[in-house]
């Protein structure tokens, strides 16, 4: 079974509404969330196959509800209206073609930093970038969560997973706004310890 979890690169962050799509795979299950609504209100997905569905279908006794997964927040109506807005701004603002257009040059730019110090790896997909930076001597982490504070504080804000920086900006992103993140980013992998 192939699952792909899309929580991050769904909705057009590779510029086409889902990675499976992009590259041309077609998982069991995809799961998503996040973009779903805009990050607006919480809201997560899961898509299944058609064999995974008829499985989950055809397992119930005809006296039972197939799949019983009733929860508190299940189909709850303002994240419904949230997500159909949402898509429905996703194609009148054509983002995941922008997306797509922006890639070159988010990956130029983000490769720029792949020279700096203490930066071992630079990788990317999309509008996705991770910068996997050597542990300081103070922990592993640590540099990561130094870089993430600093960049923070100068108005950009990144992720720190341990010691790798996770980049995933807005779909809406524009040439100065790359400029900003790499130079604020550069400027905090310089100075981290």
């Known amino acids: 079974m ?23 795979v077609t998982p069991d299950i995809i799961t998503t969330a996040k973009a779903l609504t ?8 899961v898509m299944v196959s058609e064999k995974i569905y008829d499985a989950c279908m055809n397992a119930a006794p005809e006296e039972t509800i ?10 709850h109506p303002v994240a419904a209206a949230a997500a159909l807005a949402t898509l429905d701004i996703y194609r009148d603002e054509k983002l995941f073609e922008h997306a797509r257009e922006m890639e070159t040059e988010w990956e130029d730019a983000v490769h ?5 110090p203490n930066v071992i790896d630079v990788r990317n ?10 542990p300081a001597s103070q922990g592993v982490g640590k ?21 790798i920086i996770a980049m995933s900006p807005p ?9 900003q993140a790499i130079s604020t980013l550069e400027k905090a992998i310089k100075n981290a310890i």
Do not use: C
């Not at 805009?38 to 997905?45: D, F, L, T, V, Y």
């Not at 197939?66 to 189909?75: A, D, K, M």
């Not at 997909?125 to 050597?134: D, S, V």
């Open 143 to 163: 540099r990561g969560y130094d870089i993430f504070t600093r960049s923070f504080y100068d108005g950009v804000l990144v992720r720190a997973s341990g010691d």
């Open 38 to 45: 805009n990050g607006a209100i919480p809201m997560g997905a």
């Open 66 to 75: 197939e799949l019983f997964h009733g929860y508190t927040y299940s189909g």
């Open 125 to 134: 997909t999309g509008l996705i970038a991770g910068i996997q930076l050597a």
């Open 171 to 179: 779909l809406i992103l524009e040439s100065k706004h790359i400029d």
């Open 112 to 116: 720029s930093l792949a020279s700096l």
């Open 2 to 24: 192939l699952i792909f979890d899309e929580v991050i690169t769904g909705f057009g962050r590779v510029g086409d509404a889902f990675a499976a799509q992009r590259w041309e």
